[in-house]
């Protein structure tokens, strides 16, 4: 008996753990050291601590956000962009001010008015860099900015943003990680 627990704690112990890739903490799952999560999920934009609901979609590219009143300025020789959030809950509306890092070029959808006969197929939008709270990890993102008002979610996090965070999506389930990030101001 004792032989076979010996066995046991040394060869199928380690097999096992070695094996199952999959382990828990809260109700946070990860698998190959990457941590599941939902479709749908809150963020916390840090520098103004604004919490939102974001939707994790893998098939597009780069991160967007809702935006309205979007004005590129010059401050200091370089250009700067001041920009609203609207958050509908509160009917709070929260202005933001960052450096504008580069254009970028994204095809336009039906609802931003593409058609068969628009010679337009994109739209240049704006890119800033922003920290983001996902699940327990901060990350600074490069986020587009387009009015997203016609949307039901107001961020969406792109393949480049989950792939920094090392995140798998369970489109099954919908906010399976808890906010875990700290304030850069307090």
């Known amino acids: 008996m004792k032989k076979l627990l010996i066995l046991f704690l040394f060869i199928l112990i380690p097999l096992r753990s070695s094996a199952d890739l999959f382990y828990q903490i809260d109700r946070s799952t990860y698998c190959a050291g990457k941590q599941v999560m939902g479709r749908i999920e809150k963020v916390n934009l840090l520098e103004k601590n604004l919490i939102l609901n974001a939707k994790l979609d893998t098939g597009a590219t780069m991160s967007s956000l ?24 509160t009917r709070e509306k929260v202005i933001f001010t960052k450096p504008l890092v580069r254009y970028t070029d994204i095809l336009k959808r039906s609802e931003e008015g593409a058609n068969k006969n ?58 399976l990680s808890f906010l875990r990030c700290s304030n850069p101001s307090t």
Not at 67 to 76: L, M, S, T, Y
Not at 136 to 145: A, G, H, P
Not at 146 to 171: C, E, H, M, S
């Open 118 to 175: 628009d010679t337009q197929k994109y739209s240049k939008r704006p890119v800033i860099n922003l920290l983001v709270c996902l699940g327990n990890q901060k990350k600074n993102i490069l986020i587009n900015l387009i009015d997203r008002t016609q949307f039901r979610y107001p961020l969406l996090l792109g393949a480049n943003a989950l792939r920094n965070f090392k995140v798998l999506v369970d489109v099954d389930h919908n906010y």
């Open 66 to 89: 809702s935006a309205e009143d979007i004005k590129i300025f010059e401050h200091n020789h370089t250009q700067w962009v001041r920009f609203t959030i609207y958050i509908e809950l």
